[in-house]
């Protein structure tokens, strides 16, 4: 099944479907995109110690990264972006790029900005310096990064916020997502909404019924890993997940764990981001296959791995993992060296790759071809 979404030159194709998981393609201009997908997070044009190349490369071989519209606003700002040709010649990287709107950093910085139902007003966490962000204005800075997805401006409240926050929430982002939705785009540039509502299943429905019609490219599950207990999350998804349009990629925003992501893939989400990945790797936790102990990551300052000639993970093909042990990356994890970082990074993305593969391999060994009426 094939299907054409609004934006010209991007297809949806869903191959296999398994209960409410599926397999397919998204198709754009600038290359393909398995889906079911991790998306690597290149929070400031970069996934952090990684090259291009190396992302680019199997085993890896990320398809589609992330960039974050608040950061690269701020630094190295739009005249920058724009005079050096936008995100993609900037970061030498050739692949689609999704970019957030901003507006989750920016709600995360509660006690330097000030939000209205026009936008927000916030002070840089790097010079003090104001800036209003408003839905024009973060679509304005995604085109100027030459997304290849863009995302709608909302509000995403945190996860403990009262019936009265998310109501204000949904209303403005159902506001903001269709000013978004007509804002100027550079073409080839994809539109997805996001759909906030916490953990109220029923009210994840009634914002659902507010921004389908707006007719995205894809649609998103915005609001949570915000704080909810993940047993709260996982109902979620599994209630609500597969009742979005199923013609549509769906997108999990910041999740997660790989056992948040195969719950996820079998909720029926296509797409996720997080940074735990990366940053775990940069803090000296490894995931692996499974210890004897039941454990899937390793923390490689333990003391046992001092003298530990064993890979990370001996099933693991990633260049970590076929060439140096666990002792060596202990040592230079506990000497403070560089290249720590640069080799656990790889290993937890090849990780993540791997983990999304084997999700979608096993739905196009297991499912069936999609039902045209679905």
């Known amino acids: 099944m094939i299907i054409e979404l609004p934006t010209p030159g991007f297809r949806f194709e869903i191959l296999r479907v398994l209960g409410h998981a599926r397999a397919g393609v998204l198709h754009t201009p600038r290359g393909d995109i398995p889906t079911p997908v991790f998306m690597p997070v290149g929070t400031q044009g970069t996934v952090k110690g990684m090259t291009a190349g190396e992302l680019r490369a199997p085993p890896l071989d990320a398809a589609i990264i992330l960039g974050n519209t608040y950061h690269l606003y701020l630094r190295p700002g739009l005249e920058t ?32 900005n000030k939000i209205d139902d026009d936008g927000a007003t916030f002070q840089s966490h790097i010079d003090g310096s104001r800036h209003r962000l408003t839905p024009e204005v973060s679509m304005q800075i995604q085109g100027v990064l030459g997304a290849d997805i863009a995302m709608v401006f909302d509000q995403c409240p945190p996860g403990q916020a009262t019936p009265e926050q998310h109501a204000t929430a949904m209303r403005r982002t159902t506001a903001w997502a269709a000013r978004c939705r007509a804002a100027p785009r550079p073409p080839g540039q994809a539109l997805f909404g996001i759909v906030q509502g916490g953990t109220d299943v029923d009210r994840r429905r009634r914002h659902a019924a507010e921004i389908v019609p707006l007719d995205f490219d894809g649609l998103a599950i915005g609001g949570l890993s915000v704080g909810e207990p993940i047993p709260e999350m996982y109902r979620v998804l599994d209630a609500f997940a597969h009742t979005l349009p199923f013609d549509r990629p769906r997108y999990l925003m910041g999740v997660g764990t790989p056992a948040d992501l195969a719950r996820g893939v079998d909720a029926g989400v296509d797409m996720f981001d997080c940074v735990m990945p990366t940053r775990n790797a940069r803090n000296g936790y490894l995931f692996t296959t499974a210890q004897p102990d039941g454990a899937t990551k390793i923390t490689i300052s333990n003391a046992r791995f001092r003298a530990d000639p064993s890979p990370i993970d001996a099933t693991c093909p990633c260049e970590t993992c076929r060439t140096h042990s666990r002792a060596y990356l202990r040592h230079l994890h506990m000497a403070g060296e560089i290249l720590y970082s640069r080799l656990a990074t790889l290993h937890n993305l090849t990780f993540y790759a791997r983990h999304m593969v084997a999700l979608r391999d096993r739905i196009l060994a297991q499912g069936h071809p999609p039902d045209r009426a679905a």
Do not use: E, K
Not at 89 to 98: E, K, Q, S, T, Y
Not at 99 to 106: A, E, K, L, P, R
């Open 81 to 112: 972006m724009t005079a050096l040709g936008g995100l993609h010649r900037f970061a030498a990287w050739d692949r689609p790029i999704l970019t957030d709107s901003g507006g989750f950093q920016v709600f995360s910085l509660a006690g330097i």
